[in-house]
């Protein structure tokens, strides 16, 4: 699903529905994810499920999942002499046929794992990729140099969707700019900046559509640390390349931006974009609304804190004008 | 009344020194009294006489220290693969050299499935060997526009499918997958790559995995190692934990026909809670079941470009900075020292020599911290070790068990496209390994490669390509030098050399009979050695080739 026209309601929440997103949280020891995923889970007010290590056999069964309160799993791992065993199709389908689904799923994969390759796991039905976020520990630049490990850390820097700079606490401000510098050179995604893995659920598992207040023009909703900006805008659209040729343009500072756009009675677009990976897919509206939501999430620019930076106020702007 | 049975042979290779060669060997139930002379064994007395070996070769049971147990249940499915092989009821597969050849196998096998609404499912097919026109949905097409199917290829990386499974499982244009490739007009060409892509075509992928986990695939895997002559097979870590009652429960069969070592696999929870539970399980063993051993995986496959090399890594045509890690090299050590620490023996998949020195730094921190005897710890693959590294090893006490098959199957292809031609001569150094006091054993990492000692063993004897290369003639190694890697080598790395491994009084009755002398015959024709079957713990199972 997500794919092709398929059955699927008109606004944000239904297209959630029935589709559990799933995060994946990669990046090398020691960078800081399970502090990132325990605070998460103690945060958030979702259920969510939490798988530690990537692929593999499943080493659950029902009676440890009940000894776990937050749905944390272990995976063990598949083998790589052989593709053949992929326990972790299984795991994701046991998850996906329990009584009351959990509502995110957090893969944080091992950390030599590629974990976009794992992300693709949740294209899997049954599932959406809401993002691949790596945590880099900024304090440790030299890792990206180690002749063992360096080119594993940048491949997983360079294919994330989010980094999630950890540890900059710890650095003098010279120190941390020159050393997100150098993670900036391997990516243009966004950089946010975590300390004490406090990273806030919209940017780490996407908008959550339930907590933003809808209407129809921006507002500002700020968010504990990192502060984020978000937006919703509420349209309908014109034809598909028009809203392509837009999306694609979004300003570098947008983390996420996702909703159904109608575009012609019983037809929308579902637009998905996180760090710079966008995607647009054609759905069925079976609702017949009139207009779409559209979610925004920006990094706060430190200029302009209190608000939307000027650039995404100008991109939402230049937006596809409404059909007629 | 005796028990005794004494089976006469035209020929007993026993792999003991004090008694090398024989012509009877006799058994009590499941277990060998004496071997030698025929004549000789009189003096224990009345037996019955079994003279269906007479004119057959006994050896030890081969013993192989790693496949995969998949080796069976991948059989659920027909075989379109480049090379012959025989499934487990002995039916010969001729390879299919050509993309034709694959379709006319499809176009066999489509015929014979009675429900059309049934996806077609093949697997072994490698198209490294069709340097043409890649294998794309149109080519399935051809075989069926209606029926979804799914080929398997021999990497296990790679399917391709047809139409209608693209189109019944909804992988479009706008599919969001990586590895779905798209032909110019944007619809996927039909191929999938790696299993997060594979499990979108669900009946396919799914379809396959099933398979491996059904009753006849346990069977399977024991015809397939009955038929090449295998006693005792280790599956290296493919059989999750919650399946080994499945397998202990038919491996409890009399009928079975191999002893199973399970190896669980490692660095994929609380190492030292499995090291617990792995003892748990040595202590309730059967005849045909054993634990004891621990598989870890720490980087790639040489072929697939993903094994991790010591400079100057891969030829500048592979394009790829490195290989991949599987386990963090900065976990290697506690990982390790886990079952180190357990008393249990470590068998690490290192297929490049930098994947290998991570594994040796890691035995040689676990033993400065819990000094240990006869730990058995072994290096997996091994096949681009250096002759300091087998030096290293001898001292360390850790044990090869080099691929010695990818001397013929990729040798080929490490000459030209992975590593060159020097250090492709350098593979699997046999030579340098037994010169450096390395313990030393060989195996097929079946369905990698087929199951069958023989093979492995011709191929460390001869180290021919298909070109007819022989590569690094000074690593070949003795036809007797192979058999007791083959044999006693691989029963020491698992532990299980008091038990199996070579013809002795009060050992397993545990044999293999061939139909020639491995020893005695060109060795270069090794590998076509008939097997007739296994004696296993007493017990004649004739194979059906
Ligand atoms: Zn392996
Ligand atoms: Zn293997």
């Known amino acids: 699903m997500g794919h092709g026209a398929c059955r699927q309601g008109a606004s944000v929440l239904s297209l959630i529905g029935g589709r559990i997103p799933v995060t994946v949280l990669g990046g090398y020891l020691g960078a800081g994810k399970t502090t990132i995923v325990a605070r998460l889970l103690e945060t958030t007010t979702q259920r969510i499920a939490v798988l530690i290590n990537d692929f593999g056999e499943v080493n659950i069964d029902a009676d440890r999942i009940a000894r776990r309160s937050d749905d944390v799993i272990e995976l063990t791992n598949g083998c790589v002499c052989c593709a053949l065993v992929d326990g972790f199709i299984e795991t994701l389908e046991r998850i996906r046929a329990w009584e009351s689904p959990p509502e995110h799923l957090v893969i944080e994969p091992s950390g030599v794992a590629d974990a976009m390759a794992v992300g693709q796991y949740a294209h899997l039905p049954g599932f959406r990729l809401a993002g691949v976020c790596v945590a880099v520990d900024v304090g440790a630049p030299e890792l990206l140099e180690d002749p063992k490990i360096g080119p594993t850390v940048r491949h997983q820097i360079e294919r994330a969707d989010l980094i999630l700079a950890t540890k900059t606490d710890l650095l003098e401000p010279g120190a941390r700019e020159s050393q997100t510098e150098i993670i900036r050179m391997l990516t243009p995604a966004p950089i946010i900046r975590v300390v004490n893995g406090a990273v806030a659920s919209d940017v780490l598992l996407g908008v959550q559509t339930q907590a933003v207040r809808i209407d129809s023009g921006l507002f500002d909703e700020p968010l504990p640390h990192p502060p984020v900006r978000s937006a919703a805008v509420q349209w309908r659209a014109t034809d598909r390349p028009a809203l392509e040729r837009w999306i694609t343009m979004a300003p570098a500072s947008v983390l996420r931006a996702k909703g159904f756009v109608p575009t012609e009675p019983g037809l929308g677009i579902d637009v998905d974009l996180v760090g710079r990976r966008t995607h647009v897919a054609e759905i069925v509206d079976v609702s017949g609304a009139d207009e779409g939501t559209f979610v925004v999430l920006e990094l706060a620019p430190e200029d302009e804190p209190d608000g939307l930076s000027q650039a995404v106020r100008e991109w939402l702007a230049a937006r596809p004008p409404r059909s007629a | ?545």
Not at chain 2, 51 to 72: N, S
Not at chain 2, 139 to 160: E, I, K, N, W
């Open chain 2, 1 to 545: 009344m005796t028990n005794l049975t004494l089976y006469p042979a035209r020929l007993i290779r026993t792999l003991w020194t004090a008694n090398p060669e024989a012509n009877a060997v006799l058994v009590d139930g499941d277990r060998i009294v004496a071997v030698g002379d025929r004549d000789s064994l009189a003096q224990w007395g009345e037996a019955q006489i079994d003279e269906r070996f007479a004119d057959k070769v006994l050896i030890p049971g081969f013993v192989e220290a790693h496949c995969h147990t998949m080796a069976g249940g991948i059989w659920g499915q027909p075989y379109v693969g480049f090379y012959d092989r025989t499934d487990p009821k002995g039916q010969r597969w001729e390879g299919c050299q050509s993309v034709e050849a694959v379709l006319e196998r499809l176009v066999e096998a489509e015929a014979a499935l009675e429900d059309p609404t049934e996806p077609l499912l093949a697997w072994g097919l490698d198209p490294i060997y069709f340097p043409g026109e890649r294998l794309n949905r149109h080519h399935l097409d051809s075989v069926s526009a209606s029926r979804p199917m799914f080929v398997f290829h021999a990497s296990g990386h790679l399917a391709t499918v047809n139409t209608a499974m693209l189109e019944q499982q909804e992988i479009g244009p706008d599919h969001p997958a990586e590895g779905v490739p798209k032909d110019d007009d944007g619809y996927p060409l039909g191929e999938l790559q790696e299993p997060a892509a594979m499990a979108l075509a669900r009946p396919g992928f799914l379809g396959i995995l099933r398979k491996l986990k059904e009753v006849g695939a346990m069977w399977d895997f024991g015809y397939i190692a009955r038929n090449a002559g295998v006693t005792t097979a280790a599956d290296l870590g493919t059989v999750p934990e919650q399946e080994w009652d499945l397998w202990a429960a038919e491996a409890a069969h009399e009928d079975y026909p191999v002893r199973i070592m399970m190896a669980a696999r490692g660095h994929v929870g609380d190492d030292a809670a499995l090291a617990q539970r792995v003892i748990e399980r040595m202590g309730n063993g059967s005849e045909r079941m054993r634990f004891g051993i621990v598989k870890l995986i720490l980087d790639g496959s040489i072929q697939g470009y993903t094994a991790r090399l010591r400079a100057p890594g891969y030829l500048p045509q592979a394009d790829v900075e490195n290989g991949l890690w599987v386990i963090p090299p900065e976990a290697m050590n506690d990982t390790v020292a886990a079952f180190h620490d357990a008393g249990l023996t470590v068998h690490c998949h290192t297929n490049g020599d930098e994947a290998l020195d991570v594994f040796l730094d890691a035995v040689e921190a676990a033993l400065a911290k819990t000094p240990r005897w006869d730990h058995r710890h072994t290096s997996q693959h091994c096949q681009l070790t250096h002759p300091d590294q087998f030096r290293r090893m001898a001292s360390l006490g850790v044990s090869g068990n080099l691929f010695t098959n990818h001397l013929w199957y990729w040798g080929d292809q490490h000459r030209t496209m992975t590593v060159g031609e020097d250090r492709a001569a350098a593979m699997n150094a046999c030579r340098t390994a037994l010169d450096s006091g390395v313990q030393l054993a060989f195996h097929s990492d079946a369905p990698i490669t087929p199951l069958g000692p023989l093979h492995t063993m011709w191929c460390a004897v001869n180290r021919v390509t298909p070109s007819g290369h022989v590569l690094g003639p000074d690593e070949r190694i003795t036809p007797s030098e192979a058999l007791e890697a083959a044999t006693l080598g691989a029963a020491f790395q698992l532990k299980l050399d008091h038990e199996i491994g070579s013809i002795e009084p009060g050992k397993k009755a545990d044999f293999t009979v061939l139909d020639d002398d491995p020893l005695s015959v060109d060795p270069m024709a090794i590998r076509d050695i008939g097997v007739w079957g296994t004696v296993l713990a007493g017990k004649a199972h004739r194979s059906s080739r």
